[in-house]
């Protein structure tokens, strides 16, 4: 006999209970208001955030942070539409993230009903899959579906969109199966015959560069990488979503490749004849013009979505299949291959791989008189907290000085939008990473654009108890894109200049609750950051205010050829 007092929403937080949610990020509204009822008497936390868009960026660093699925709610219409943005920045970023949505009720879909909008089909080329729940009975079973999707095969975004009666109806929970999903079974272990063909492609040649991504750090395949890598003698890149997949310090790195690559990463993936693509998807920001890209290199490809496999470069051996698995299996071939002898020397190559690290190394120069380079701030902040800390970052040049000057170790350190590139991300995501991993330091490392679109949500982290830390790298305008316009349009500034002087950064954030400092010379970031540091019960905002003259290099012009480096604009 049915508990009339047991209805579809408290199926719901059963079944996110039973998947081990334990925090939803969110705002409520009329639709999804059912649901949040019962949430009072859940262990799951809620989140409460300031936009829904922030919410969504939250869950994504949480996942980011985890290896776990996010969650995030939102109520029908405005809110739903407010989550398309991490929604798609989740599914390029290979993100597992579950939306809960609200809706009108059954009966006023399509009708133009107060806050409707048609969610399921907003979300269609954003998520991996979308479902428009109709019955309450239907709940536990499409819960489990959606957090298998999330989490399995290529990771990604799930929306599942809740009606507001079936929220309201009288149902049963009952143990999930996965019955619905008879046609999902994503590939997991390569093919061996094709993991042999890939081990004698590289024992054999004699420039490979293992071209590392996102997928090795989704798969928790880092030890495997570094295993195949010291096994084979293998040089390493490392892609933007790819940092700390394998350790900056490793005599085998080579740093972040592409548009504002390391000139040696970039130029080594040029003149390889072997490229061993390990979760990633050759995007254009690394091959720059694909017709150019890496002319002489075979290509062994392996990623565990076979849609990726061949879409922008034929693979000479393709390997469906997850990174950890396949690379394990690769380690176990090459061990092998050890007993017969040592891994190939390639000095040749490693000579000249060390000569362009010499002769092209990253470079700035700091004035002791100032103004601050933002490179600077960041290799000081590193050096002071020895690396130990989880950063996130906004999208521009702070993201790309960030990538290059932080040293990262370790996976799921690096937390910041790639694909989609969403300005924005850095303030939510750290308070998502701030809740998955309490204990560790978070630093957002963002850039004045960026912050002034999300900063809202350091109301979030003092009024929910998230203690942050933020570095504002503010050069007073949209960076990335006056770098562009002084270089390519003429030095014509349009619409990107915002100025120094509003808002007052410290005020702000001492407004939203937070510590607010500002440094204006090169002798106050060390005293800054460490006072940030300092500071355990509250977050803190550091303005830091950077050259706006500094520009992002090595640079490879849209469209160019990986050939063509600029390492200055002398060169462009």
């Not at 002898?341 to 490693?350: I, L, N, Y």
Request: glycine share 10%.
């Amino acid at each position: 006999m049915r508990n009339n007092h047991f209805t579809g929403s408290h199926s719901l937080l059963r079944s996110l209970e039973h998947e081990g949610v334990e925090v939803v990020f969110g705002v409520p509204g009329g639709a999804i208001l059912p649901a949040y009822d019962p949430l009072l008497d859940s262990p799951i936390r809620h989140v409460l955030a300031r936009h829904e868009q922030g919410a969504g960026h939250m869950a994504e660093g949480y996942a980011m942070a985890t290896g776990r699925v996010g969650v995030v709610f939102a109520t029908s219409g405005p809110g739903a539409t407010n989550l398309i943005t991490p929604l798609q920045n989740a599914k390029m970023d290979s993100t597992p993230l579950v939306a809960i949505t609200g809706q009108v009720g059954t009966s006023a879909i399509g009708s133009d009903a107060f806050q409707e909008a048609h969610t399921t089909g907003l979300a269609m080329h954003c998520t991996k899959h979308s479902y428009l729940v109709t019955s309450a009975d239907e709940i536990p079973d499409i819960i489990h579906e959606a957090f298998h999707l999330a989490s399995t095969g290529r990771p990604g975004p799930v929306l599942v969109d809740f009606p507001k009666d079936v929220l309201n109806a009288v149902t049963e929970w009952r143990t999930p199966t996965l019955s619905g999903l008879p046609g999902y079974k994503p590939t997991r272990e390569g093919h061996p015959r094709q993991v042999k063909a890939a081990v004698e492609m590289i024992e054999a040649s004699s420039r490979p560069v293992l071209y590392v991504g996102g997928g090795v750090i989704r798969a928790g395949a880092t030890p495997e990488l570094v295993a195949l890598a010291e096994a084979a003698n293998v040089p390493v890149v490392t892609t933007l979503m790819g940092r700390g997949a394998f350790p900056d310090s490793h005599r085998l790195a080579l740093g972040m490749p592409g548009m504002h690559g390391v000139y040696a990463a970039t130029t080594a993936m040029q003149k390889a004849d072997l490229l061993i693509a390990i979760g990633v998807r050759f995007d254009d920001r690394v091959t720059g013009d694909v017709a150019s890209f890496a002319p002489g290199a075979k290509v062994i490809h392996v990623d565990v979505d076979p849609a990726e496999i061949g879409k922008v470069r034929r693979a000479d051996i393709p390997i469906v299949g997850d990174a950890r698995s396949v690379l394990a299996a690769m380690v176990e071939r090459v061990t092998e291959r050890r007993v017969e002898g040592p891994a190939p020397e390639r000095a040749d190559w490693f000579a000249q791989l060390r000569d362009w690290q010499e002769t092209h190394p990253l470079s700035y120069t700091q004035d002791p008189d100032g103004p601050i380079k933002a490179q600077y701030f960041i290799e000081r902040l590193h050096a002071i907290t020895g690396g130990d800390a989880v950063v996130t970052s906004g999208v521009g040049q702070h993201q790309m000085w960030a990538s290059h000057f932080w040293q990262f170790e370790k996976p799921l350190s690096w937390i910041n939008s790639g694909g989609l590139g969403t300005m924005g991300f850095a303030v939510p995501a750290a308070v998502g990473a701030k809740i998955a991993r309490p204990d560790e330091v978070v630093f957002a490392i963002d850039g004045d654009g960026c912050f002034q679109m999300t900063a809202q949500e350091l109301i979030t982290a003092t009024t929910e108890n998230i203690p942050i830390k933020v570095a504002v790298l503010n050069n007073g305008a949209y960076g990335m894109v006056q770098q562009w316009q002084k270089l390519f349009y003429d030095g014509r500034i349009s619409a990107s200049d915002l100025g120094t002087t509003v808002p007052d950064y410290p005020k702000l954030a001492e407004a939203m609750g937070c510590v607010g400092l500002r440094v204006t010379h090169p002798d106050e970031v060390d005293i800054a950051i460490e006072k940030a540091l300092s500071i355990e019960d509250r977050s803190v905002v550091i303005e830091v205010v950077i050259d706006p003259e500094e520009m992002v290099f090595p640079m490879v012009p849209a469209g160019g050829s990986n050939d063509h480096i600029a390492m200055g604009p002398e060169d462009l």
